[in-house]
């Protein structure tokens, strides 16, 4: 009797890098070709320096050349699981929130609650849900990623090529720009347009991530706007990300002392309780707008509407508090 739960040894490996995987993070290209290896576990060969590209060590965002010889240690993988069914109610969910398609990409509103992909005891993501919603489509690859628990616009190639222009785009910037729309606590000033704060991202040994100001960080840098205020309680802001860090937009929230409704990671559980009573039941993150250029030069501009959840939390915090505005100076 075969055991499903069973780990396979695998030999060192040695893979060229072919024109396809061409400037794909080394990162995202062990997870592709490790398929069912945890991804703490791909970090721990990248720090320990077990894995090699032409002979020489790497970090985890070298982006592979073609030609380039990789040579992947010996890993014991799981055993490939059986892939599970995505659900009809997920497929109607799904296809109601594709915001634009082409034949190269797709833009779709994430719900909350969806992580973009499987694993870490995920074991059905947005990307292995379209992939089963396309069975004809060879290529399917997310172009960058949200948490979990934010909502909202991401983009998905359906072509290598794409995917090679839109990595290419978001390291150049102004090429694409991200707005998100956040709720955070307190009253946030007018005049406090962006917060420039160098982040570093720890990995505890649990594999959970936590980021933190801290001088020796990364620099990023997120620009703020005030939508709306709700009296002393909240404001909704408008944040748009010039830099790309793990969960910067959270942190620079905190970091300016109006963290994020419903973050349970960087947030005050208390004011999370009072906001839960509310109807704030996740994070208010929600990725609200992307502007892009195509290949083609067309100019695109997609937006995802809130879903009613947060909207019918707006409008109980706005009846709670008749005085709110809407940028008004301090």
Known sequence: MSNKN?????SVQMVEVTEDQDGQRID?????????????????VLRK?????????????????????????????AAAREEVPVGQGLIDVLEASILYEDK???????????????????SLGLIEALRQMRPEQRFMELVHRLDRDTSGC?????????????????????RITKIYHALVLGRWPTRKHQVD????????????????????????LTLFRVLRRFGSVATLVEAQPVTGRTHQIRVHAQFAGHPIVGDDKYG???????????????????????????????????????????????????????????????
């Open 104 to 122: 190269d990409l797709i833009i779709i509103n994430k719900p909350s609650g969806l992580a973009v992909h499987g694993g870490s005891g995920v």
């Open 154 to 174: 991401i983009m998905v190639a359906k072509k290598r090529s794409m995917l090679r222009y839109m990595h290419e785009a978001l390291r150049q910037k102004g």
């Open 268 to 330: 005050v559980d208390e004011n999370n309780r009072e906001m839960k009573a509310v109807g704030f039941r996740r994070l208010f993150l929600h990725a609200a707008e992307l502007r892009l250029t195509l290949p083609s030069g067309e100019r695109l501009r997609v937006e995802a509407p809130l879903e009613s959840q947060l909207l019918d939390g707006l409008t109980k915090l706005q009846e709670s508090d008749r005085d709110g505005t809407e940028g008004t100076n301090d």
């Open 197 to 220: 704060a160098p982040l570093n991202k720890n990995e505890l040994k649990s594999g959970e991530r936590v980021v933190k100001v801290h001088p020796m960080g990364k620099p990023s």
């Open 49 to 77: 320096g077990e894995l090699r590209v032409n002979k020489k060590r790497v970090k985890p965002e070298y982006r592979v050349q073609v030609g380039d010889l990789v040579r992947i240690p010996p890993i014991r993988v």
């Open 6 to 10: 069973a780990t396979a040894p695998v």
């Open 28 to 44: 995202n290209f062990l997870r592709t070709a490790l398929k069912g290896v945890p991804k703490s576990l791909i970090y721990r």
